[in-house]
């Protein structure tokens, strides 16, 4: 089947810019995962979503990100105010339900670049 | 969350069986320990997970100690393909109220050459 998808891939963005970023995961994952990546770095969790609430937001880096999960399904991460800072690689992965394994599906990214 | 120490990188050539050594010295009795892969531009993949022992799959195997304070990933016979950043993590699968919040560190970049 499909696997998580995330659009769109590349993104370039004016400093001061809002963005959104869109996740569709696999279909039936309860489970949803935002992370970012910036250059020659690991992942950084921001966010996390079980169903349609999100019981941990503790990586979200500042007020300006937020994220919202719809019907159990697509997600978007909204960055306002967009800075330089923000550049980097947004990750997103869906997970099957808790406790079967620990294993996320990680989507392509979305690059984004401030300028 | 358990803080895990990988190697930065390793080089390897074809053929070869490579060994990546994770440290975990922290690790919760709940914790699993899980190695991702990731190629450039591309998400990270699962590869194998471990509790205990060893495990195996048809990709890589998994050594963990009987104290679970380290952990080996090792992959048999790689080849170019196999160039990639390898993470290390541990996190508590079972996690109900806030899931499983995976935890990245740096990974160890392995170089395959011809």
């Known amino acids: 089947g499909a696997g998580v998808s995330q659009s769109p891939s590349n993104k370039v963005t004016e400093k001061g810019k809002d963005v959104e970023l869109r996740c569709d995961p696999i279909s039936g994952h309860t489970a949803l995962y935002w992370y970012r990546q910036s250059l020659g770095q690991g992942l950084e969790f921001l966010i996390y979503f079980q169903g349609n609430s999100a019981p941990d937001k503790s990586g979200l880096p500042s007020d300006r990100f937020s994220a919202e999960r719809t019907g159990g399904s697509v997600s978007t991460l909204t960055i306002q105010r967009t800075q330089q800072e923000d550049s980097a690689v947004y990750l997103c992965a869906s997970r099957a339900r808790q406790g079967l394994s620990n294993e996320q599906f990680f989507g392509p990214g979305t690059r984004l670049t401030v300028l | 969350l358990a803080k895990t120490t990988q190697p930065i990188s390793m080089d390897s050539y074809e053929g070869q069986e490579v060994n990546i050594t994770c440290s975990h010295n922290?690790?919760?009795?709940?914790?699993?320990i899980t190695w991702y892969q990731q190629f450039p531009s591309q998400g990270p993949r699962f590869i194998i997970q471990?509790?205990?022992t060893k495990v195996t799959n048809e990709v890589a195997s998994l050594f963990i100690p009987a104290d679970r304070k380290s952990s080996t990933l090792s992959l048999p016979r790689v080849s170019l393909s196999d160039t990639a950043v390898y993470y290390c993590l541990v996190g508590d699968i079972d996690s109900l109220e806030y899931g499983n919040k995976l935890v990245f560190g740096a990974g160890t970049i392995l170089r395959v050459k011809s």
């Open positions: 471990g509790y205990k």
């Open positions: 922290n690790i919760a009795t709940n914790d699993y």
